[in-house]
């Protein structure tokens, strides 16, 4: 496991613990980035992201901070650009992700994240709930 340190807007360093695993074949990498919360003995994830590598296609699998008072401070798009880093490190040319019916309750918040980090999003209705969306994210990382 490899130590990196991010920097919110406040100024405030965060030690953010970055876990590489692969498979034999290295056809699946599995990437996640933990905040150690300093008020408990034990690491706790603040924030995180994972994907998975599979070909040229790096996948977000979940981007969560997880205490709201540590949100708006730029500690989600410090884990983001550190995470599409890694991913053109491990040979990816494009992130991808999904936004899901979960995550309706807030999806404004999420279309202006990923569009300020240069995503492109695609939504669509549930074929279930015509209420409901869901939808896509995709950047190209040869940019």
Do not use: C
């Not at 056809?27 to 003995?41: A, D, S």
């Not at 924030?47 to 977000?60: D, E, H, P, V």
């Not at 699998?61 to 491990?90: F, H, Q, T």
């Amino acid at each position: 496991m490899e130590s990196v340190w991010i920097t919110d807007r406040l100024g405030k360093s965060w030690k953010v613990e970055v876990d590489i695993q692969s498979d034999d074949n290295s056809q699946i990498i599995l990437v996640n980035l933990f905040i150690l919360n300093p008020k408990i003995e034990y690491a706790f994830t603040r924030g995180y992201l994972s994907i998975m590598k599979t070909g040229k296609t790096a996948k977000i699998e979940d981007l969560v901070i997880e205490y709201p008072e540590l949100e708006n401070r730029g500690i989600g798009s410090a884990l983001l650009n550190l995470m599409e880093a890694i991913s053109r490190k491990i040979g990816a040319i494009k992130m991808t992700g999904e936004l899901s019916v979960e995550d309706a309750d807030h999806f404004g918040k999420l279309k202006y994240f990923y569009h300020k980090h240069g995503y492109r999003i695609y939504l669509k209705k549930h074929p279930d709930n015509n209420s409901a969306f869901y939808g896509r994210i995709f950047k190209s990382l040869t940019q």
